[in-house]
T-cell receptor, first 110, second 113 residues
Framework: RKEVEQDPGPFNVPEGATVAFNCTYS??????FFWYRQDCRKEPKLLMS???SGNEDGRFTAQLNRASQYISLLIRDSKLSDSATYLC???????????FGAGTRLFVKA | DVKVTQSSRYLVKRTGEKVFLECVQD?????MFWYRQDPGLGLRLIYF???????EKGDIPEGYSVSREKKERFSLILESASTNQTSMYLC????????????FGPGTRLLVL
């Protein structure tokens, strides 16, 4: 079993829709969590960190569920420009490496 | 803003050539990383470094070596390039503080013929 798993998708949604992705992690010692966005043939870019209490940045909301060991990303009012691959990342802290999920592809259609 | 730069965006090399990929970051980050990314396989860690002259093997170090002579610079070396090393190579850096994210360079697309 992979340490970090994501549904690869693709998720095809119309503009204006709400879409949610989950990412499960297997190591309960994980301490830091992130969502990245990666456009085709570009580098991953940090979208947001995920805090224990959950956090929001405009149309994006990230949540952490430690009991069930998953993080989620909710995108409201989807835009065409949200089409990308979304990677989750998990770090155990203390200098341990970060583990990235393989990504979930999102296509937003007009 | 964190800036991570990589020496080349595209590179074409022949089998057996020695290849150098350079990465420079301007945020005084202690941690630096080299990944390769292939379709369907995601990001795979090749090597990382927590300090100058220090290196640790990642998940797929075979066929690669690294050098970190200065804090801001982390080089990836393919001693004898092979066709199965054709890939997108991504460098990243981060602070060692708990909760710090990694920041990526634009990547180098390497084609080995």
């Amino acid at each position: 079993r992979k340490e970090v798993e994501q549904d690869p998708g693709p998720f095809n949604v119309p503009e204006g829709a709400t879409v949610a992705f989950n990412c499960t992690y297997s190591n309960s010692a994980s301490q830091s969590f992130f969502w990245y966005r990666q456009d085709c043939r570009k580098e991953p870019k940090l979208l947001m960190s995920v805090y224990s209490s959950g956090n929001e940045d405009g149309r994006f909301t990230a949540q952490l569920n430690r009991a069930s060991q998953y993080i989620s990303l909710l995108i409201r009012d989807s835009k065409l420009s949200d089409s990308a691959t979304y990677l989750c990342a998990v770090n155990r802290g203390g200098g341990f490496k970060t583990i990235f999920g393989a990504g979930t592809r999102l296509f937003v259609k007009a | 803003d964190v800036k991570v730069t990589q020496s080349s965006r595209y590179l074409v090399k022949r089998t057996g050539e020695k290849v150098f990929l350079e990465c420079v970051q301007d945020m005084d980050h202690e941690n630096m990383f080299w990944y390769r990314q292939d379709p369907g396989l995601g990001l795979r860690l090749i090597y990382f470094s927590y300090d100058v002259k220090m290196k640790e093997k990642g998940d797929i170090p075979e066929g690669y070596s690294v050098s970190r002579e200065k804090k801001e610079r982390f080089s990836l070396i393919l001693e004898s390039a092979s066709t199965n090393q054709t890939s997108m190579y991504l460098c990243a850096s981060s602070s060692p503080r708990l909760g710090s994210a990694q920041y990526f360079g634009p990547g180098t697309r390497l084609l080995v013929l």
